[in-house]
Each structure stands twice: as structure tokens, then as C-alpha cells.
């Protein structure tokens, strides 16, 4: 892993935008709001739609608790207006 809170750099199997679909779904079910906004927007540059970005947080409100309501508010916040 690199140093400075960077991520890190790895092989992959996975697309961009798998990759943006495992993000999103990591932060909202670990409730860190403040890197679910950046990986909404990098997951719109890679492709995704904002139903598949709903479609997502749905499926993780449904297998994790009630308290990713937070991190629903904050990606609806992120998908109509992604110049915040």
C-alpha cells in the first residue's frame, strides 16, 4: 500500500466500472460519507448511470442497517448536483 493515504495500485480483473460499483457499495455499507461523494462522481466518469448508482445504495440499504440513509441523502445530493 502506498504511503499518504493514496490508494493502492494492484492488478485487476475488473473494469473501471465494476470497480466503481465495489466503491460505492464499500463506503455506503462503511458509512464513509466523505468517500462516497468523491466515488460517486468517479463512477459517472466511468460510466455509470445515476439509476445504476441508485440501484446500488438500494441493495446495500437492503443487506446493511437502516443508518445508510446518510449515505443515501449524501448520493442523491452528489447525483443531482456532481459539480459539488
Do not use: F, W, Y
Not at 17 to 26: F, H, Q, V, W
Not at 32 to 47: F, P, V
Amino acid at each position: 500500500m502506498q504511503q499518504d493515504d493514496q490508494r493502492p495500485t494492484h492488478n485487476t480483473r475488473l473494469s473501471a466500472k465494476d470497480l466503481s460499483m465495489l466503491n460505492i457499495a464499500a463506503a455506503a455499507a462503511l458509512h464513509r460519507t466523505a468517500e462516497l461523494r468523491s466515488e460517486i462522481k468517479q463512477a459517472l466518469a466511468n460510466g455509470l448511470t445515476t439509476d445504476e448508482v441508485r440501484d446500488i445504495l438500494n441493495e446495500v440499504a437492503i443487506h446493511a442497517d437502516s443508518s445508510v440513509a446518510d449515505c443515501v441523502r449524501i448520493a442523491e445530493q452528489a447525483l443531482t448536483d456532481p459539480q459539488q
